[in-house]
Antibody, heavy 126, light 107 residues
Framework: EVQLVESGGGLVKPGGSLRLSCAAS????????MIWVRQAPGKGLEWVSS????????YYADSVKGRFTISRDNARNSAYLQMNSLRAEDTAVYYC???????????????????WGQGALVVVSS | DIQMTQSPSSLSASVGDRVSLTCRAS??????LNWYQHKAGKAPKLLIY???SLQGGDSSRFSGSGSGTDFTLTISSLQPEDSATYYC?????????FGQGTRLEIK
């Protein structure tokens, strides 16, 4: 059974840092892209970042570029989101999801997200 | 960035009804359009990918259509468990963008 479990969420002060982890089971992470999506309170879904299976293609939303870093460890079957310089507007439930990706012009492009974790709550507040 | 606009924002319908949810892209995305169902406190669930392909194991009551800029998710014969927010998402280009969602209430 495919499972994704996020951890590492919590309360952090503005300007602080947090690292989210996404542990995968039931499949080999090494052949999939992985993505992070967030949902702020009362808002819709917002794509945050994607990383290809080989680490060669990494994408970020403008809202987090320069502050967040996505990474993966295929040997540990895990993906990560390092979040620095956190702001109040980063408060959200963060989901990781699996992405089969597609190849276009030699690049791996995010495609559809077929399995999701239950989410990790991040609250940025003083 | 490609903007995704869903309509209606909310909808109330009865068990057994057939409903259609619409998603419009600000430019052509060919058929790179996916639909998700999201219930409060749960993980989002992929329903339809590539505009009309049903995700494995999902109910055939869900179907998707469209191409270019206009897309539709149709739910035939509504069931109580279909109460949720439905999101469309384009994967034509980065940044990946979602619609604002359609909240579906079952009367």
């Amino acid at each position: 059974e495919v499972q994704l479990v996020e951890s590492g969420g919590g309360l952090v002060k503005p300007g602080g840092s947090l690292r989210l982890s996404c542990a995968a089971s039931g499949f080999s992470l090494s052949i999939y892209s992985m993505i992070w999506v967030r949902q702020a309170p009362g808002k819709g879904l917002e794509w945050v970042s994607s990383i290809s299976s080989s680490n060669s293609y990494i994408y970020y939303a403008d809202s987090v570029k320069g502050r967040f870093t996505i990474s993966r460890d295929n040997a540990r079957n895990s993906a990560y989101l390092q979040m620095n310089s956190l702001r109040a507007e980063d408060t959200a439930v963060y989901y990781c999801a699996r992405d089969p990706a597609r190849i276009s012009g030699g690049s791996h492009i995010p495609y559809f997200f077929d399995y999701w974790g239950q989410g990790a709550l991040v609250v940025v507040s003083s | 960035d490609i903007q995704m606009t869903q309509s209606p924002s909310s909808l109330s319908a009865s068990v057994g009804d057939r409903v259609s949810l619409t998603c419009r892209a600000s430019q052509s995305i060919t058929r790179y359009l996916n639909w998700y169902q999201h219930k409060a406190g749960k993980a989002p669930k992929l329903l339809i990918y590539a505009a009309s392909s049903l995700q494995g194991g999902d109910s055939s009551r869900f179907s998707g259509s469209g191409s270019g800029t206009d897309f539709t998710l149709t739910i035939s014969s509504l069931q109580p468990e279909d109460s949720a927010t439905y999101y469309c998402q384009q994967s034509y280009s980065t940044p990946i963008t979602f619609g604002q969602g359609t909240r579906l209430e079952i009367k």
